[in-house]
Every structure is written in structure tokens, then in C-alpha cells.
């Protein structure tokens, strides 16, 4: 064991009335700052019973080690600090000095409900899924998935789609994204899905032969490309028009506007 170091075998002891995750974070990111690779975390999670922290407390004590933890219920905090001074042991409280700290200060009364942060962590989830969906369906791919989104962005190339997409993803909405080109079919997937639930973007024609003009400099194609030509520009968004019409979508003009103002419009029509 060296100067920083902590005896082998060592065992950590989380406590929590949930699922204890938040303690074991604290111990994980505390354990960086020595050499402690053996070190053991045993988590008690779901405590409910005084029985059980002093059952969890002894444990503790017998093996020379110490617990953190998050409780909620004032009485399981107070009966576990009760132990910690029978037991001449550490108990580090994680959240309470952060709650009396919101309570001394705003005035405020805590729900006093475990689990909280688990009910946060499933929204995060929830998040990854629909970034994972996004990415999965962007750019017209995986169109029989595309039932399952809770957006549809089409448009010409260049109009922000991708980004867009990304964007909303993060917000938590499954969206989809389809490139509009007059040689290609639209699939037929498209058409299935109701058009509130599609969103067209569009753009001035010299503007949109400004960035195309810019992408193709970046990739290092030659500037006489048709692809940012003014004509095929002005054909590819008349060609988005007749199928913004047919399908009887909102349409947003993204020229002048930055992705959270566009993503802004959108949240605000769907209600999120």
C-alpha cells in the first residue's frame, strides 16, 4: 500500500431508499483520488426499516469500513447517524446537507420521496432513445421505422435537416429526416404518416447556392457543379413545394433562422 493508498480488500458500504446509485457515484469519483483497485462498493438499496441500517451499520463496523448514503425520510438519516456514533464509525450524508441547505435558505419543504432521481433518470433514457432513433433514420433511411416518429423533417439538401433533427432529439422527440431530389422517389412511407407530424423546410434560392457553393468548396469539388446552380437549386424547391402541397405539411423558411428558433416553432406546434 503506498502513501495514498487504501488496504486491500477494502469494502465501501452505500445506503440509499432508492436505488443508491447517487452514493455509489460519490464513492466511484472519491476512489480516483488513491489507489484503491480492490476496493469493494456494497450498496443497500430500497432501505426502508431502522432494522435494516442497523442490521447494514454492524456489518460495517465488523469489517472496519464506513458508509455513505441517501435518505430521505427524516427519521431512517437520523437513526443512521444515531448508529454511526454507537459504532464509532463515518456515515457521510450525500443529499441531507444539500436539502437543509434549500431548506435554510429558500424556505422550502422537501417531498421527502425516494426515487426521484430514478424517475430523472428515466427521462434521460428516454432522451437516448429517441437521439438513437434520430440518428438511425437520418437522412431517409430506415423509412419503416418512420411510423414510429413523433416528427418528419423533409427539404432539399443543405436546409438543416440533420442538425435540426439532432437537435429535437435532445429534446426528446424521435424524428426522421428525408432529402427531397426530383430524381428520386418519395417512399411511400411517407404518405402514412399523418401531416401534422411532418414538417417542410425551405429556402431562399441564393442563399441556399451559398452554402452549397461553401460545401462544395469544403469537400474540394469543382464550383461548376450543377448542384449549386441557381437553376437546379430554383428546380429542386419547387419540386419540395409540390410535395409539401401534397402532403399538406407546415413549411418553415429556415433563411434567416438559427436551429433553436426553428426548433422552437416546431415544439411550440407540437405542443412539447
Given amino acids: 500500500m503506498g502513501e495514498s493508498g487504501v488496504q486491500s480488500n477494502a469494502v465501501v458500504y452505500v445506503c440509499s431508499d432508492s436505488l ?25 438499496a430500497h432501505v426502508k426499516t431502522e432494522e435494516e441500517i442497523r442490521d447494514l451499520m454492524e456489518e460495517a463496523a465488523r469489517n472496519g469500513s464506513f458508509v455513505v448514503y441517501t435518505l430521505v425520510l427524516p427519521e431512517l438519516r437520523e437513526a443512521i447517524r444515531e448508529e454511526a456514533v454507537r459504532l464509532n464509525i463515518f456515515a457521510v450524508d450525500v ?27 428515466q427521462e434521460y433514457y428516454r432522451r437516448i432513445e429517441a437521439i438513437e432513433f434520430t440518428v438511425k433514420c437520418d437522412d431517409g433511411q430506415d423509412a419503416a421505422s418512420w411510423k414510429h416518429a413523433d416528427l418528419v423533417i423533409i427539404g432539399v439538401s ?21 432529402p427531397l431530389v426530383p430524381e428520386v422517389r418519395v417512399p411511400a ?14 429556402m431562399r434560392p441564393e442563399k441556399l447556392v451559398a452554402i452549397r ?35 399538406g405539411c407546415p413549411v418553415i423558411d429556415v433563411t434567416e433562422r438559427a436551429i433553436d428558433e426553428t426548433a422552437g416553432s416546431i415544439l411550440y406546434a407540437l405542443g412539447r
Fill in 189 to 202: 412511407e411517407l404518405y402514412d404518416i399523418p401531416s401534422t407530424r411532418i414538417v417542410g423546410l425551405t
Fill in 158 to 178: 443543405r436546409t438543416s435537416k440533420t442538425p435540426l433533427s439532432i437537435f429535437l432529439a435532445h429534446k426528446g422527440l424521435k424524428v426522421a429526416n428525408l
Fill in 95 to 121: 443529499m441531507g446537507p444539500v436539502m437543509e441547505a434549500f431548506v435554510g435558505t429558500f424556505n422550502a419543504t422537501p417531498k421527502r420521496k425516494p426515487g426521484l432521481l430514478h424517475t430523472l433518470d
Fill in 20 to 44: 443508491g446509485e447517487t452514493a455509489e457515484t460519490v464513492v466511484r469519483a472519491s476512489l480516483r483520488q488513491f489507489e484503491a483497485q480492490e476496493v469493494q462498493i456494497k450498496r443497500y
Fill in 213 to 247: 457553393t461553401e460545401r462544395l468548396k469544403t469537400m474540394g469539388l469543382p464550383f461548376g457543379a450543377s448542384y449549386a446552380t441557381l437553376r437546379r437549386v430554383e428546380d429542386e424547391l419547387a419540386y419540395a413545394q409540390s410535395i409539401f402541397r401534397k402532403i
